[in-house]
Nanobody, 125 residues
């Protein structure tokens, strides 16, 4: 069992930055690939970024490449998403999620075993 808690969301102007954090309570954090998803009102939950167990693999959806950076610290059971050059279309609730496949990742939310409660990110134009 892994409990995930996100923090760091908020309201920011376009072009600004936010840093999201997700802290995991439970064992074997390093056994999981960790990902960030987001869900805007009326839209499906979409993959944003993933990082494998030892940070050797990082994956991003095309719309955030070059603007977002995912990182993790297994000693602190945390995964972070640094979001720069934010755009209004980045507005959504952001979720962290854990996948019990340490060497790969998935775009499908149904594959993820554990989820955080979400944190709201709002980017004003």
């Amino acid at each position: 069992q892994v409990q995930l808690v996100e923090s760091g969301g908020g309201l920011v102007q376009a072009g600004g930055s936010l840093r999201l954090s997700c802290t995991a309570a439970g064992r074997l954090f390093s056994s999981y690939t960790m990902s960030w998803f987001r869900q805007a009102p009326g839209k499906e939950r979409e993959f944003v970024a993933a990082i494998n167990w030892n940070s050797s693999g990082k994956y991003y959806t095309d719309s955030v490449k070059g603007r977002f950076t995912i990182s993790r610290d297994n000693a602190k059971n945390t995964v972070c998403l640094q979001m720069d050059s934010l755009k209004p279309e980045d507005t959504a609730v952001y979720f962290c999620a854990a996948l019990r496949r340490p060497y790969s990742y998935s775009l499908n939310p149904a594959d993820y075993l554990y989820w955080g409660q979400g944190t709201q990110v709002t980017v004003s134009s």
